[in-house]
């Protein structure tokens, strides 16, 4: 069992595109449970996941379903929450602290702002990664260091006004204020980076590692 998945860490599937199965799968390796939306059963079963649980109110299931002993469909009728947002909420009743999501985005863009929006909003105390073709992940407040190889590209863009450090970099940052909007796209590593978010939070976007 490696480190994570003793801390606790899941994969959610949902019915976006994952354009690129490889980050997904390595995201699964790292995870104890696979909780899957209703309607995204048959992109699980094309990636190559059966999921533990299947969350939602169950009128999106593909025919036939993929059989796995001992998956669990757990039933929930609120029309007025997005499935990813019962699956957030089911893993966070579950005591997940790190979940991994793979099909956010792609498809429809109304889900995806969706999505991203739920991401942003999680509950206290989980952290939520993006899966595509890359990781998006969320900081706030504190110092952190970036786990990116010598010449990866990654990118630091703010939910709202965010003042941060940044070091190890092509383009390094000292007491600078993030806007939402495009500073902070495509910045290099140069080695070992360090990240320290003094006010607000911001999305950071690399590879998985």
Not at 27 to 48: H, K, P, S, T
Not at 93 to 112: E, K, M, P, T, W
Not at 145 to 166: C, M, N, P, Q, Y
């Amino acid at each position: 069992m490696t480190r994570e998945k003793s801390r606790g860490a899941c994969l959610i599937v949902l019915g976006g595109e994952i354009p690129d199965p490889a980050p997904a799968l390595a995201a699964a390796a790292r995870c104890r449970e696979i909780i899957c939306a209703d309607g995204a059963v048959a992109r699980a079963a094309a990636l190559g996941v059966l999921p533990h649980f299947v969350v939602g109110d169950m009128d999106s299931l593909p025919a036939p379903i993929p059989v796995r002993r001992g998956i669990v469909f757990w039933c929930d009728f609120d029309p007025n929450r997005s499935d990813f947002q019962k699956c957030l909420d089911f893993a966070a009743a579950r005591g997940f602290a790190r979940v991994y999501v793979a099909g956010a985005l792609g498809g429809r863009l109304d889900h995806a702002a969706v999505n991203l929006a739920l991401a942003e909003t999680a509950p206290k105390g989980m952290d939520v990664a993006l899966v595509d073709r890359g990781l998006g992940r969320i900081f706030g407040p504190g110092r952190h260091r970036l786990k990116l190889r010598r010449g990866e590209t990654f990118s630091l863009l703010a939910l709202r006004d965010a003042s941060i450090d940044v070091s190890g970099c092509d383009y390094p940052l000292r007491g600078a204020v993030l806007r939402r909007g495009s500073r902070g796209l495509s910045n290099r590593a140069r080695g070992a980076v360090g990240l320290r978010v003094r006010r607000g939070r911001l999305w950071v976007f690399s590879r998985l590692p």
